[in-house]
């Protein structure tokens, strides 16, 4: 019989290095023999991907409402759970999935003021179980964030999205949530101190996964 793979996820404010460390672990993972998926949120489906056209730039040209917001971010994530990961997981892969239920908490709960608890009852709701065995928050204050994001955007020739476009206030209630989840649950969230230097992230990281899941 096949045993389940791990489900790993990465969080944290944007601009922390998830999608740099996420594909880095990936590669390491992939060294080591382990059959490995990466997927995102919002999006990792055709269905996940249009919710987060909509959501990243008001794609209807309406407002989108934080009711609607955090729904839309929740079905993305069922569908994303019931249509890949559950079953990459049940076939023994390893599934890294940058961003996860715990942005939800931190961005529409603690960001935009909803209650906390039914935020968490929303998520339980969605993943039906499906919760990640480790969770990499990647920690940087909220100037660094900004400013890696501005160098990205000059580089890209991209612009802010809706949410990145939050003043500073919302993203440090942000990073103040992701960090009180990672008290509230420390077994699962290990906090990475992601400022420094990319290798040194990298290997801690890679200690992070090795030490608690022995790959
Ligand atoms: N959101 C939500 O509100 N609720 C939810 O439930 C979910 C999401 C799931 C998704 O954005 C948005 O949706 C996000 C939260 C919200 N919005 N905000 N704001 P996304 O997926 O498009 O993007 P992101 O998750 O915010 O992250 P990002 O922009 O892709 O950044 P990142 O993946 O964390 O970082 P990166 O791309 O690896 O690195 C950013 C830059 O920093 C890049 O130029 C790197 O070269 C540089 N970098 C990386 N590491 C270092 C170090 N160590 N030193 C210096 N520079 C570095």
Known sequence: MTSRGRFITFEGPEGSGKSTHIRR???????????????REPGGTPTGEAIRRILQHDATG????????????EASRAQLVRHVIDP????????????????????????????IETVLDINRFAVAGCEPDLTLL???????????????????QT???????????????????FLALSQKWPRR????????????VAASVWSAVSGELSP
């Open 25 to 39: 672990l990936a590669a390491r993972l992939e060294a080591a023999g382990h059959k490995v998926l990466l997927t």
């Open 62 to 73: 309406e407002p989108i409402s934080p009711e609607a917001e955090l729904l839309l971010f």
């Open 88 to 115: 990459a997981l049940a076939s023994g892969t390893w599934v890294l999935c940058d961003r996860f239920m715990d942005s939800t908490t931190a961005y529409q709960g603690y960001g935009r003021g909803f209650d």
């Open 138 to 156: 990647m920690d940087v204050d909220i100037r660094e964030s900004l400013q890696r994001m501005e160098g990205r955007n000059r580089l890209n």
């Open 159 to 177: 612009v802010n999205d809706r949410i990145e476009r939050e003043d500073v206030a919302f993203h440090e209630r942000v990073r103040a949530g």
């Open 189 to 200: 969230i290990r906090v990475i101190h992601a400022m420094r230097q990319e290798d040194e």
